[in-house]
């Protein structure tokens, strides 16, 4: 993803947690959220179709009048304005900046792990213990993203700074070493 599009997902993700809290809705707007990263997972193209130009306007106009239904007004006014700026395949990445938020103001850090395989409990308890002690966390929550072309190793995101130890990458930096 683009550094621009970084800046502005973490832009729309903090404008939304701030009129949550105005509104006294945090915590339903995070249900919301929740239910919407859902909706992401289980049609991943949705974003796509309603941000490129495969579909006319009116039969987007409609996906987005069936999802906007599922969700009280302030989410349904987001879902607009997301669309109109046409960043709707941006939802997910927005939706983790909003949760960024949502634990800090709580005390929580959320380390963003992604792997080539699912973590068993003993490593998620592991990888908590030691963000923890790298930060100086008292609670963190491992967000678990599987990704086959990473090769092996993790990646960790914490705080917006990256830990890449993928197998992926040293292979990057070995080849380089080999062409200098």
């Keep these: ?6 800046v502005v997902d973490r832009k729309y993700g903090r404008i939304l947690y701030e009129i949550a809290k105005k509104e006294n809705q945090i915590e339903a707007i995070h249900d919301e959220l929740l239910v919407l990263r859902d909706i992401y997972k289980e049609v991943p193209e949705i974003g796509q179709i309603l941000t490129d130009d495969r579909l006319a306007a ?5 996906i987005l009048h069936e999802l906007d239904r599922e969700f009280g007004e302030t989410i349904s006014k987001f ?3 997301i669309y109109e700026y046409g960043r709707m395949n941006e939802i997910p990445e927005i939706i983790d900046e909003f949760e960024f938020f949502y ?3 709580k005390g929580i850090l959320v380390a963003d792990v992604t792997s080539v395989v699912s973590l068993s409990e003993d490593e998620i308890t ?3 213990e030691e ?5 100086d966390a008292e609670k963190v929550i491992i967000r678990e993203k599987l990704d ?5 190793g993790l990646i960790v995101q914490v705080d917006h700074k ?3 130890n993928s197998v992926k990458k040293q292979l990057k930096e070995m080849h380089k070493e080999l062409l200098a």
């Design 1 to 6: 993803m683009k550094t621009e599009n970084i």
């Design 58 to 62: 009116f039969e987007k106009a409609d």
């Design 79 to 81: 879902l607009r304005v």
């Design 103 to 105: 634990y800090e103001d």
């Design 126 to 128: 592991r990888l908590k």
């Design 131 to 135: 963000v923890k002690a790298m930060t």
């Design 148 to 152: 086959p072309s990473i090769l092996g």
């Design 162 to 164: 990256m830990i890449d």
